[in-house]
């Protein structure tokens, strides 16, 4: 039960602030779907192709299993069966980690890259049909800044950014 003193001390959101975040959860949530539903006739997922595009960023196009959950902010548990799904495919095989074989990394095939390039046309086609082209060059640059800032708050420390670390 909560205490009246909490009740109290809570800041809760003003009526612009509460529109404004309802807006940011149904929008982002309806964004995500759509990013979806565009890639499924090329029979993968948004989150299939965020670890390819990452992977393809990468030097050597090749990321320790760890940093790229960072990347695409997934569980290590989910990150692994996003990879099984990717291998099954031929799109990425697991290495020992170069560097002192404990880990493991995700690298790209050139299968992956095949695929990745025609996914990736029809993922730039539907990032900007269902958000860069309903908003002003300046508010989509607001968004960018915003979410950096919001990013950069939330990361744990050390955790990766993207492959470039921005």
Same mark, same amino acid.
């Given at each position: 039960?909560?205490? $009246? *003193? &909490?009740?109290?001390? /809570?800041?809760?959101? /003003?009526? $612009?602030?509460? %529109?404004?975040? +309802? &807006?940011?959860?149904?929008?982002?949530?309806?964004?995500?779907?759509?990013?979806?539903?565009?890639?499924?006739?090329?029979?993968t997922q948004l989150s299939?192709?965020?670890? !390819?595009?990452?992977?393809?960023?990468?030097?050597?196009?090749r990321l320790r299993m760890?940093?790229?959950?960072?990347l695409v902010v997934q *569980?290590? *548990?989910?990150?692994?069966?996003?990879?099984?799904?990717?291998?099954?495919?031929?799109?990425?095989? %697991?290495? &020992?980690?170069?560097?002192? %074989? +404990?880990?493991?990394?995700?690298?790209?095939?050139?299968?992956?890259?095949?695929?990745?390039?025609?996914?990736?046309?029809?993922?730039?086609?539907?990032? +900007?049909?269902?958000?860069?082209?309903?908003?002003? $060059?300046?508010?989509?640059?607001?968004?960018?800044?915003?979410?950096?800032?919001? %990013?950069?708050?939330?990361?744990?420390?050390?955790?990766?950014?993207?492959?470039?670390? !921005?």
């Amino acid at each position: 039960m909560t205490s $009246p *003193s &909490a009740v109290v001390d /809570t800041r809760w959101l /003003t009526e $612009p602030e509460q %529109r404004a975040w +309802r &807006a940011f959860l149904r929008g982002s949530r309806l964004l995500e779907v759509a990013l979806d539903r565009a890639l499924a006739p090329l029979g993968t997922q948004l989150s299939e192709y965020e670890v !390819i595009s990452m992977l393809s960023e990468a030097p050597s196009q090749r990321l320790r299993m760890s940093a790229l959950a960072d990347l695409v902010v997934q *569980s290590r *548990s989910r990150i692994t069966h996003t990879a099984a799904r990717l291998e099954k495919r031929g799109w990425v095989v %697991r290495e &020992a980690y170069l560097d002192d %074989r +404990r880990g493991v990394e995700l690298v790209l095939t050139d299968a992956g890259r095949a695929a990745l390039e025609d996914i990736a046309i029809r993922h730039v086609e539907s990032v +900007r049909e269902a958000l860069i082209d309903n908003l002003e $060059p300046a508010e989509f640059l607001a968004l960018g800044h915003a979410m950096q800032k919001v %990013r950069d708050a939330l990361a744990e420390e050390g955790q990766a950014t993207d492959a470039f670390g !921005i």
